[in-house]
């Protein structure tokens, strides 16, 4: 178990994570679910991330006034409204930090480094859970002749104070209710003030909870869907018209859909939306996980995962060739046909291919290229990966790579090689194995130079999931 959850813990450590926690988590009926998910976050932060919590009570403030809100999280807040949310809000941070405090209570574990005020008499160290003024707000004020009083948004957040608490192995908790300048409070969107906030610390993640069970499915195909990109969430988000605005609201096309229909799905469509802006904003990767026992850490510490991944689009700017850029291919590669790198490639055979080849373009120009050639018995070859010199330290390789696994993956591919003379470092780094001329397809093996001598490598690929494994290597 550890052997496969090392390179997550690797690649996860040090790096910020904003959890956002809703306050239907701390009524359930089960208690449970609570208190394990704290301890499932305590983990993560033992595990050497750096955590930001924030936790809403909206839950709460409706079992006392009911659902007062016009759209999804935007109300009027009056002057007793905003005192229950001063009051619900205190509520769930104080049983936020009494979870954790006693979660936090490490036994047995050296200090991460340096000591400070974290490591104690006998060389362990524990943390602290500290909560304050660590972002301000502003009123929405009045919009479409409506008043919204104390309602607000988010308007900055203290990064370098967050950051000090980071350095002492702090976790920083927010709540809901943010302090202007001036000195007054306002009741903030907790669901957009964790994607704010994220954006601004430029976290690797933004992991929305859910308050139930839930998954995505495909409509057609009943498949479970782990991961969308950026530009698929924002199509879901259009196709069922709901939209998060960056002031902290949800507004949606068809309200009496909403009403009416499974709470479920549009609870999972608001978190999706806020997941799109958190990435908008800068942040890397948004996931929404359920709540039950393990499913945090089975999502970032396991190459299955349990949630919803969201991240932004790494492949905008790959398509499919086309004949007029056949010259521009053909120059572009030269280089590595010359240095021996690359077999020689005519135009013409540039041209009847050119079907097979894909590339990376920016301003119009073709940074990258590669061609993939699909085969009998779920294989694919990938060949032909070039990346201007100009542009070898921006990862467009990978991305170029990654393109390709996807797209093989597509169109039922399992198996994808490789052939390479001189570049067999990059391919193994990346998770291929070196393989023999009688292991690659029937066909292939009939075409196989055996003068040039090739070495073949093979990665095999079962799930997306693999994949969204690979980006966390090369897309930190």
Known sequence: MFRGSAKYIANHRNTLGVYHIP??????????????LMQDIAITWLLGMQIVLVVGCRHQIRKRLGDINRGQGLCVTDRE???????????????VERQLARCLRVQGAAPLGGGGHAAGLNGYYDGNVVSGNFYSSQPFGILDGIDYQYSGFLRKVEVEKIRQLHN????????SLGVSPSGEVFNVNSECLAAGVGGALGASKVIYFTENDMELRHMIHEMKIQSLRLSDATALLRYHGVKCHKQGYVTI?????AVNGPRDVLDMLIRIGWGTRALELGVKRAHI???????????????????VLVSGDIYEGIRRAIVQEVAEIYDLIQPLVESGKLIYRPKATLEHDIDTYYVYTRDSHIVACGQLKLFEDGFAEIGCLVVSKDYRHNGRGDAMLGYLERLALMNGCRSIFVLSTQTMEWFLERGFDAATVDQLPKSRQATYNHLRASKIYIKKIETPRDLDASELWWNR
């Open 253 to 257: 096309e068809d309200e009496s859909a």
């Open 81 to 95: 409204t905003l005192q229950i949310v001063k009051e619900e809000a205190g509520s769930v941070r104080f049983e």
């Open 289 to 307: 996980i359920s709540p039950r026992a393990g499913a945090v850490l089975q999502e970032l510490f396991t190459r299955d995962g349990n949630g």
């Open 23 to 36: 306050g239907g988590l701390l009524d359930l009926p089960d208690h449970t679910v609570f208190r394990d």
């Open 168 to 175: 002492n192995r702090d976790i920083c908790l927010l709540t």
